[in-house]
């Protein structure tokens, strides 16, 4: 039993291995790059990225579902102890980030905040991410940072637009930046 330890371990930290390269390969040349690339990269064979990953699609998706863990964590952090004039603000452009990587690797996200087909692993994620923004929604409504007659799915529609917007004008950052300060001033009081 104590020599599957080491292995388990061992096969723990190329797991993660795998993912920070894939990450790294994908985001920096592009999803077509090659999956001996990412092996390559990883410090591993190519088989071992297999056994963790049967696809190149699931590697794509737990590096989406990993990315957008952090932005939860980090929405959930804001939600509890953030500024509520904020809070929301700062959450919606990290997703709207988040959205441009997840296009560019080919995941998408519908407009209720639902895993598209296909993408299971982040369907859990998009439900904890619902609940981060109604609470979010909730402070910043609070603190009259943002109108009353909204609902979380408000919020989550006017993200499914600026990212289906984002991706079908292929915005830059700037050109992001700019529609996010748009919405986010419907959304303010009257």
């Known amino acids: ?10 096969a723990a930290r190329n797991r993660i291995r795998v993912l920070e390269a894939a990450e790294t390969v994908f985001t920096e040349r592009g999803i077509e790059e090659p999956v001996e690339k990412v092996a390559q990269a990883a ?13 190149k699609r699931h590697l794509v998706e737990a590096i989406v579902a990993r990315r957008m863990r952090r932005v939860v964590d980090e929405a959930r952090i804001l939600a509890a102890q953030g500024d509520p004039r904020t809070g929301l603000f700062d959450v919606m452009n990290r997703v709207m980030a988040e959205a441009i990587v997840k296009m560019h690797l ?3 996200i519908d407009k209720t905040g639902s895993a598209a087909a296909g993408a299971e ?22 603190a009259d940072a943002v109108r009353h007659d909204l609902g979380p799915t408000d919020i989550l529609q006017t993200l499914y637009g600026l990212s289906a917007a984002a991706e079908h004008y292929r915005w830059n950052a700037a050109e ?11 959304l303010r009081p009257r």
């Open 176 to 186: 992001r930046s700019h529609a996010i300060a748009i919405a986010v001033d419907g």
């Open 106 to 108: 080919g995941v998408t």
């Open 1 to 10: 039993m104590t020599a599957d330890r080491p292995r388990r371990a061992d």
């Open 43 to 55: 410090g591993v064979g190519v088989g071992t990225v297999y056994r963790h990953y049967p696809t």
């Open 121 to 142: 692993p982040m369907a859990e994620i998009a439900g904890d991410l619902t609940a981060a923004l109604a609470t979010l929604l909730a402070r910043a409504q609070q």
